[in-house]
Structure formats: structure tokens, C-alpha cells
């Protein structure tokens, strides 16, 4: 159930993100040929769009195994040592994800004073992406952990 609803999560996140993204771009190039001026929040907007695209696919990438990987080395290993690799890369993976998910709530916490420099929001709002892609990589690096162990 939980896996369901943070995949969804995450996958409409990684659309909305994405598409809000091509709108600000696409406006920017609009405003560059046809207005006299650019709409300053513009750049801004499609740089904090492009942070949660990113952050949104992180852990979806991890889920489908769309990450590269070198299979040269880990193939000619026997198949007791490819299990030691393995379960050794996604626990570490696990434990670097799950301690950047618990530092970037601190840095969330200390960015709500702080204001965006053209957009008037929070520094949290932008901090708080990467909160979700460390936690939605440390959860999908816990269930392929999982896996590899049974």
C-alpha cells in the first residue's frame, strides 16, 4: 500500500515537476523574443522545477534499476561474492540516503527564515527536494536490501 502510494507519489510529482519546468522555459523564450522584457522569477522557477524533477525520479530510478552500473567487473565474480557486492552497495546506499534524508530536514528547518532571491517564498520549499529524493531512494535501497537478503 505504502509502495503504491509513494510510487504515485512520486511519478506524478516527476510530471508535474517536468511540465512546470518546459512552461517557465518555454516562457522565458517567449518573453526573450516577443516582450520587451523577461520575467526575472523565470530563471529561478525552472531552475526549482528541474531540482524537483530530479528529485522526484531519484527513487524511481533506483525502483526500475535505471541507474547505470558496470557489469564487466561484477559478472566474472562468483555468484557468492556478486551477493557480498550487492547487499554491501545497497546497504551502504541505504544508510548515505537515510542519514542525507535526516540532514536535509535540518537544512529545511534552518532555510524557512531564509527568502528565495526573485520569488518571495522559503528557501524551505526549495531545501525540502532534497529531503524527498533521499527519502524516497533510502525507502526503494531498503526494499531492494530486503530483497537481496530473503
Not at 21 to 47: G, H
Request: proline share 4%; glycine share 4%.
Amino acid at each position: 500500500m505504502i509502495k503504491k502510494i509513494l510510487g504515485r507519489f512520486l511519478k506524478y510529482g516527476t510530471l508535474i515537476s517536468t511540465y512546470c519546468l518546459i512552461a517557465c522555459v518555454l516562457l522565458q523564450i517567449f518573453a526573450r523574443f516577443f516582450l520587451p522584457n523577461t520575467p526575472p522569477w523565470t530563471e529561478e522557477a525552472s531552475r526549482l522545477f528541474f531540482i524537483y524533477a530530479i528529485a522526484f525520479s531519484a527513487g524511481l530510478a533506483l525502483k526500475d534499476g535505471a541507474y547505470v552500473h558496470l557489469d564487466v567487473f561484477y559478472e566474472k565474480l562468483n555468484p557468492k561474492i556478486q551477493r557480498a557486492v550487492l547487499t554491501a552497495v545497497r546497504l551502504l546506499t541505504l544508510i548515505l540516503f537515510a542519514l542525507m534524508a535526516y540532514y536535509a530536514l535540518i537544512f529545511t528547518k534552518n532555510g524557512i527564515i531564509e527568502t528565495s532571491p526573485s520569488i518571495p517564498m522559503s528557501m524551505a520549499v526549495s531545501f525540502f527536494s532534497m529531503f524527498i529524493l533521499a527519502a524516497s531512494v533510502s525507502y526503494y535501497a531498503y526494499l531492494e536490501l530486503k530483497k537481496t537478503l530473503k
